[in-house]
């Protein structure tokens, strides 16, 4: 295999706190081990228009804080067809690319998965707040989610509290219930919805809400995710059949900014240098992924198959705790 003497750097899918430490820590790792590093900007868009500049250890200054990506994401339509793939392949020649570092989430893994077959090497650092790759037990700015809406939920439980109202709360996440089901566990929440589990509206959600009231209790904290939604005719419902005053948020795009935690700091900068090192040795087409607390690399096709499944223990402790 051809040594690898210049990498590229691009951000996809839905930008996540704690991507600019994961493109700082690429970029001076890779000038670290003697690699020329390039920053595309707008994810697959700005590979397919050339949009690609050469970074130094001083573009990636003052960012680690900052939440966002620098580098800027879309979501690129073209990229999923092999018209748009060749271009890809054609502009990263015209660069001199001999990798692409793509941080992103599944489907942006599924675009780089389509290089990699194709012969251009890549390599994925997991960046989503949703937390749903399958492979790893970590994606960048997940923590910095949680405490986002953590923060959100602490706020509306008081104003609950003083009305005494059940008060639905809609969290992201699309297809995965990670954000819902934890921030539920840390709240309370005497209800969680997720796209993963199967509800039945009597039973799971105003049976619980009835019981609660019977048993003492004067506010409700119901967390919904996205990927049900629903969550203001929800609370139409709850309120017309419990008489229980209910009012609805839906969080949206606040839970993906902000200043990233140290816990996202520092799994970015891990994983952007544990990327840019395998690249370094010659290793690629693999996404870094966090296994039993280690952080390692794991074949592309292979972690695309992996699948990520909502731990059932935790599920049954968010019931327990809720009573
Ligand atoms: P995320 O990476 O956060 O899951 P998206 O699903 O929006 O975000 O994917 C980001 C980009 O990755 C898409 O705009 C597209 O360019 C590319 N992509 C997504 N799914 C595929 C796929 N199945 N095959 C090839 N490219 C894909
Ligand atoms: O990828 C994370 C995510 O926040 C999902 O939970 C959500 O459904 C989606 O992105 C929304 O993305 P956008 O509003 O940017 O299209």
Same mark, same amino acid.
């Given at each position: 295999?051809?040594r690898?003497?210049?990498?590229?750097?691009?951000?996809?899918?839905?930008?996540? =706190?704690?991507?600019?430490?994961?493109?700082?820590?690429?970029?001076?790792?890779?000038?670290y081990?003697?690699?020329?590093?390039?920053?595309?900007?707008?994810g697959?868009?700005?590979?397919?228009?050339?949009?690609?500049?050469?970074? @130094?250890?001083?573009?990636v200054? @003052?960012i680690?804080?900052?939440?966002?990506?620098?580098?800027?994401?879309v979501?690129?339509?073209?990229?999923k067809?092999?018209e748009?793939?060749?271009k890809?392949?054609?502009?990263?020649?015209?660069?001199?690319?001999? +990798?692409?570092?793509v941080?992103?989430?599944?489907?942006?893994?599924r675009?780089?998965? #389509?290089?990699?077959?194709?012969?251009?090497?890549?390599?994925?650092?997991?960046?989503?707040?949703?937390? #749903?790759?399958?492979c790893?037990e970590?994606?960048i700015?997940?923590?910095?989610?949680?405490?986002?809406?953590?923060?959100?939920?602490?706020? /509306?439980r #008081?104003?609950?509290?003083?009305?005494?109202?059940? $008060?639905?709360?809609?969290?992201?996440?699309?297809?995965?219930?990670y954000?819902?089901?934890?921030?539920? /566990?840390?709240?309370?929440?005497?209800?969680?919805?997720? =796209?993963?589990?199967?509800f039945?509206?009597?039973?799971?959600i105003?049976?619980?809400?009835?019981?609660?009231?019977?048993?003492?209790?004067k506010?409700y904290?119901?967390?919904?995710?996205?990927?049900?939604?629903? +969550?203001?005719s929800?609370?139409?419902?709850?309120?017309?059949?419990?008489?229980?005053?209910?009012?609805?948020t839906i969080?949206?795009?606040?839970?993906?900014?902000?200043?990233?935690?140290?816990?996202?700091?520092?799994?970015? $900068?891990?994983?952007?240098?544990?990327?840019?090192?395998?690249?370094?040795?010659?290793?690629?087409?693999?996404? /870094?992924?966090?296994?039993?607390?280690?952080?390692?690399?794991?074949?592309?096709?292979?972690?695309?198959?992996?699948?990520?499944e /909502?731990?059932?223990?935790?599920?049954?402790?968010?019931?327990?705790?809720s009573?």
């Open positions: 295999m051809s690898i003497k210049t990498i590229g750097v691009l951000t996809s899918g839905g930008d996540a =706190p704690g991507m600019n430490a994961a493109i700082r820590a690429v970029v001076r790792t890779g000038i081990h003697g690699l020329k590093v390039m920053g595309i900007y707008r697959y868009n700005g590979l397919l228009n050339g949009e690609i500049f050469e970074m @130094d250890l001083r573009s200054s @003052d680690i804080h900052r939440g966002g990506t620098i580098l800027k994401t979501r690129c339509p073209a990229f067809t092999e748009g793939l060749q890809a392949i054609s502009m990263a020649q015209v660069f001199g690319l001999d +990798a692409i570092v941080i992103g989430g599944d489907g942006s893994f675009g780089a998965r #389509d290089l990699a077959r194709r012969g251009l090497k890549v390599m994925g650092i997991p960046g989503t707040i949703d937390n #749903d790759i399958g790893s970590y994606t700015g997940y923590d910095t989610c949680l405490n986002t809406v953590q923060d959100a939920l602490d706020k /509306i #008081d104003t609950a509290y003083s009305h005494e109202r059940c $008060s639905v709360l809609e969290v992201m996440g699309r297809h995965a219930g954000i819902a089901l934890n921030v539920g /566990i840390a709240s309370g929440a005497e209800v969680i919805i997720l =796209p993963e589990r199967p039945d509206f009597n039973k799971d105003i049976k619980p809400i009835l019981e609660g009231r019977n048993r003492g209790k506010h904290i119901v967390i919904i995710a996205e990927g049900v939604g629903g +969550a203001v929800l609370a139409e419902k709850i309120e017309e059949i419990t008489g229980i005053e209910t009012r609805a969080l949206g795009h606040i839970q993906r900014g902000g200043t990233p935690t140290v816990r996202d700091r520092v799994m970015a $900068s891990i994983m952007g240098a544990k990327a840019t090192e395998l690249l370094a040795n010659g290793i690629c087409n693999q996404i /870094i992924a966090v296994q039993k607390g280690e952080v390692v690399g794991i074949d592309i096709e292979e972690a695309l198959e992996t699948r990520k /909502i731990p059932r223990d935790m599920l049954e402790l968010s019931t327990i705790l009573l």
